[in-house]
């Protein structure tokens, strides 16, 4: 490294001058170099998880372990970054990266799907679910457009995915927006879903969350949303008084197990 240590002996303007050509071209950018890719960065309120990490995770779910996952993750947990981190910049960041991938035709179908179930069972592990039984029978969702949406291809494929994922979905057509206050109070449902495209329809579509939290069957039944508008806007999210969005068909699915994992762990299990 730049010139040999032994070469700094003495107290002299040569020592000085030597010492600060090794550090000007080795330590320095050496150390430079370790923080462009730390595993975590620190940030005020305690660690949290880089880019870098949501790429890597990425690389391992979409891997031939998912053991090597999970492992990834708890060298973060036991580094100190929080279990809100991980969820909010950890999890759903890969699973938006995986529906990015899959966008760009980078990655198929099968193995996005595979990617998200793993995502699934990693929420499931750090949300203990397995206290709560039978938890696969509460996986149950509505997804649609938001009042006076005309346009559900991204309501569509967010069923897809939450299909493949292993969750039940009912939906309704576009124009029957009204029916959604009679269905939540008649069927046990964890998450509701909007897809929102113009802010035109906020004020209906709030409307329509307050009434669906007043009459669901599940008194801690989520609310999710996402489409164009939100993503300009994420204020929308708490204007019409939903739980969460996602930038993607894929992260919505790791949404709608976070959300289902909170209502039955924090506020404490509903059955169907």
Known sequence: MGEPIKALGGSDPLREEI?????????IPALLAQKKNPITAWHVG????????????SALILGPDNADALEYIYSLRHAGVSLDALHLELLEPTARRLGELWEIDEVDFIAVTMGVGRLQRIVHHFAE????QPYDEKRRALIMVAPGEDHDFGS???????????????????????????????????????????????DALAALIKSIRAK?????????????IVAEMPEIVEQVGADGTAANAV???????????QSLTVEGPTKP
Do not use: C, Y
């Open 46 to 57: 305690g660690l949290r998880p880089t880019d870098g990490d949501v790429q890597k995770l």
């Open 216 to 228: 669901s069957l599940n008194p801690n039944v989520g609310i999710m949303i996402g489409g164009p």
């Open 19 to 27: 010492l600060a050509d090794v550090l000007t071209r080795s330590v």
């Open 129 to 132: 679910l397995d206290q709560v």
């Open 156 to 202: 569509q494929l967010v069923q897809k995915f939450m299909k493949a994922a292993g969750w039940s979905v009912v939906t309704l057509s576009v124009g029957e927006s009204h029916k959604v206050v009679d269905l939540v109070a008649r069927q046990w449902l964890a998450v509701v879903g909007f897809s929102i495209s113009t802010s035109l329809h906020v």
């Open 251 to 261: 992260a919505a699915v790791i949404l709608a197990k976070k959300i289902l994992a």
